[in-house]
């Protein structure tokens, strides 16, 4: 990671998680304030995997643009 860290910024955000880890500190990451997001990446994923009707965990926009990209599907 210290070689990402030396040519780009990182963007951190928020997340509800019951670990107590916090990211390394570094003036190249950069946290994000906003919101915590009720789903995990890992259960959209999975619920993408799927087939899952994903409506109440992501914006329209977002659905949209996963599946005409076919991501998370393996």
Do not use: F, W
Not at 49 to 74: C, F, P, Q, T
Request: aromatic letters at 6%; a positive charge.
């Amino acid at each position: 990671y210290e070689k990402i860290l030396e040519c780009a910024d990182v963007y951190v955000y928020p997340r509800n998680s019951s670990g107590s880890s916090s990211p390394v500190q570094h003036p190249n990451i950069k946290i994000i304030k906003g919101p915590l997001h009720p789903h995990s990446a890992t259960a959209i994923r999975e619920g993408i995997r799927k087939n899952a009707i994903m409506d109440e965990m992501l914006l329209k926009e977002v659905k949209e643009y996963i599946v005409e990209n076919g991501l998370y599907i393996k």
